[in-house]
């Protein structure tokens, strides 16, 4: 199994930082030279890029180099520091391929200069749009605005009555998703701050602010406006009427199933599993207040609804909404405010989905939804499929050495190698304390075998700190193993997951640091 660029950077960071530089000796960097050799053998045919080059110059410098110098020391630090940002130029570039990351208005403060400029050498795509370059300011911002819907500008913006009225006159389209994040040179008045409450959505970056913080928020909007894939069920009695939402949907990639009657309503729901439902509000049979209320009976309905009508009246929208639905959309459909709704929906969903079905530590899978998915794989009746169960080496020494803040890095840790290097397809659950599962869908237990100890090999090669020089002591790594059982899912998921169970056991008193099958 190949090791992408990301857990090749980890893994050599952590070697480096945490073997060769507190202790450097021949001994020290002849164990980093193999850790070098052994993850480019492995990767030299799945590499390409800035990365590959830089870490082709990684292997280069410390084979031509055999004595240890203070000036080898030195090259090979400044090439770490090299290969650690053409890994996170190449996870940015990824980001921003569908076009740029972000628009940025320049004129307006040194702070948004820098700020676009910091972006920019991550590898993110950022348009510099001037008010001087530009004929039409909002035509062009609204022509190419990005997925993040982001514009960057400075804090003296406000002070510029062209540049407010373009920010203006951007927000009050009603498909925009525009969010303005204005770099501060100087903390803003609470009068400037109103004048730019006129831009709609607003986001301050103070002067302690770093360019991490701007590129998390570019990545966490991008990611919340893609809906492409989501599936929505759509209620109309009438074909005609339901034809422009299922065309906007579709043009957005979204998976529709469009049925006519409410009576059908909840055996759709439990076939098509819908992210969204959207239904029309007056309906022979039953409206959509009353649809909405029978699908909020069952606890785990919990997905969003939308009401679809020409109702105006304000107080027969509100009374429906209070029947469980999220939002009231007008008819007939404006493609911009519909689509602008579905997303925020999602977006919302989506966040809400997390914190029921994830680990809050880790962001895996939970135990309950871990064992939910290999339910329904169970179920579906396809072969072969292989659960998965590991449990950390030595955790509780862990934790009892160097305290629980640590363990929590071991086991994000772990999180990230798994992730990292299992496809998107495999289920990854934490299942409590030290112990994780995965669920590997169309695998045979003799491949899913390999590519498991494939994983516990990376996972072995990481360094953890122990953060004990925050109490004034020298810095101290550390470097864990895991145990792990494979089961084929044949039947019962509990059933299964207790074969994996008894592998991981047999792992254990084999001498830990291996996976083992089940008979």
């Known amino acids: 199994m190949l090791m992408n660029h990301e857990t090749i950077n980890r893994v050599l960071q952590s070697a480096w930082r945490s073997q060769v530089l507190p202790r450097p000796s021949e001994y020290t960097l002849e164990a980093f030279k193999a850790v070098v050799a052994k993850v480019r053998s492995s ?92 004929s039409d300011l909002v035509a062009d911002l609204r022509e190419r605005m990005p997925t993040s819907g982001l514009v960057l500008v400075g804090s003296a913006v406000v002070d510029h009555p062209e540049a407010c009225r373009a920010l203006e006159a951007l927000a009050a389209h009603h498909d925009s998703d525009l969010l303005v994040v204005i770099a501060e040179d100087t903390p803003m008045t609470f009068e ?12 301050l970056l103070g002067v302690e602010a770093d360019v991490k913080t701007l590129r998390s928020l570019i990545r966490s909007r991008a990611r919340d406006s893609q809906i492409n894939g989501y599936k929505v069920l759509l209620l109309d009695d009438s074909k005609t009427d339901a034809y422009p939402a299922i065309k906007f949907m579709r043009e957005e990639g979204i998976e529709v199933l469009h049925i006519l009657s409410p009576t059908g309503v909840l055996k759709a729901i439990e076939d098509f599993r819908p992210d969204v439902v959207v239904t029309d509000f007056h309906m022979p049979g039953a409206n959509g207040a009353q649809v909405a209320s029978v699908i909020r009976q069952d606890s785990d309905a919990v997905m969003p609804i939308i009401f679809l009508s020409s109702e105006r009246n304000t107080e027969t929208q509100l009374i429906a909404l209070s029947k469980g639905a999220d939002a009231f959309v007008q008819k007939p459909l404006k493609r911009g405010a519909f689509i602008k709704a579905l997303k925020a929906l999602i977006s919302r969903s989506k966040a809400f989905d997390s914190r029921m079905r994830r680990d809050p530590l880790t962001g895996l899978l939970n135990h309950g939804q871990l064992m939910a998915s290999a339910s329904r794989v169970s179920a579906s009746g ?10 950390i080496d030595h955790f509780k020494q862990v934790n009892d050495t160097f305290g629980h803040p640590v363990g929590d890095k071991v086991l994000v840790g772990l999180a990230e190698v798994l992730s990292d290097n299992l496809r998107s397809t495999d289920f990854i659950g934490r299942m409590g304390g030290e112990e994780f599962a995965v669920l590997m869908v169309g695998a045979p237990m003799s491949d899913a075998r390999n590519v498991i100890d494939r994983i516990r090999e990376i996972f072995s090669n990481l360094q953890f700190e122990t953060g004990l020089q925050d109490q004034g002591e020298s810095g101290k790594w550390f470097a864990c193993t895991f145990s792990a059982g494979v089961a084929l899912l044949d039947g019962s998921a509990a059933v299964s997951m207790k074969a994996a169970d008894h592998a991981l056991y047999k792992a254990k008193h084999g001498g830990r640091n291996r996976v083992e099958a089940a008979d």
């Open 43 to 134: 990767t030299i045919s799945s590499l390409s890029g800035e990365f590959a080059t830089e870490l082709g110059s990684l292997s280069s410098l410390i084979s031509s180099n055999q004595s240890l110098t203070a000036r080898l020391l030195e090259g090979i630090d400044l090439q770490m520091d090299t290969l650690q940002a053409a890994s996170r130029r190449e996870s940015d570039a990824r980001a921003s391929d569908q076009g740029p990351s972000a628009i940025y208005i320049p004129g307006f403060g040194n702070r948004g200069a820098f700020f676009a400029s910091g972006l920019s050498s991550m590898g993110l795509k950022i348009l510099s749009l001037s008010l001087d370059s530009s």
């Open 192 to 203: 400037q701050r109103l004048v730019a409450a006129t831009f709609g959505v607003v986001r």
């Open 382 to 391: 396809s072969v072969p499929n292989t659960m998965v169960m590991i449990d």
